[in-house]
């Protein structure tokens, strides 16, 4: 089993940088692809990035350019920069555990509580 922790989040102005950690614990994380989600209130959980083992990445089109997934696999730990960032990306933020990489939520196994982030105008 894998125990999944976000942390990071907070207010920021439009424009400005965060960068979330996704701690876990448990054995052979680093086979694990870590997605992020994102779910704002209302709406439905919706894929954010994604990195593989290998450090292959997905990125959802609207963060493209935006930001950037990456991983530490000494440190059982998967990162989620920030920038430029929009009311629109306003959101709790989720980390998650899957056998590969895809956007369906239903793919992926643990999840964390999340992380609020909120972008102001």
């Known amino acids: 089993q894998v125990q999944l922790r976000e942390s990071g989040g907070g207010l920021v102005q439009a424009g400005g940088s965060l960068r979330l950690s996704c701690a876990a614990s448990?054995?052979?994380?680093?086979?694990?692809?870590i997605g992020w989600f994102r779910q704002a209130p209302g709406k439905e959980r919706d894929f954010v990035a994604a990195?593989?083992?290998?450090?292959?990445?997905s990125y959802v089109d609207s963060v493209k350019g935006r930001f950037t997934i990456s991983r530490d696999n000494a440190k059982n730990t998967v990162y989620l920069q920030m920038n430029s960032l929009k009311p629109e990306d306003t959101a709790v933020y989720y980390c998650?555990?899957?056998?590969?990489?895809?956007?369906?939520?239903?793919?992926?196994?643990?999840w964390g509580q999340g992380t609020q982030v909120t972008v102001s105008s």
């Open positions: 998650a555990t899957g056998n590969g990489i895809s956007a369906r939520p239903d793919n992926y196994e643990y």
């Open positions: 448990g054995r052979s994380f680093s086979r694990y692809v």
């Open positions: 990195i593989g083992w290998s450090g292959i990445t």
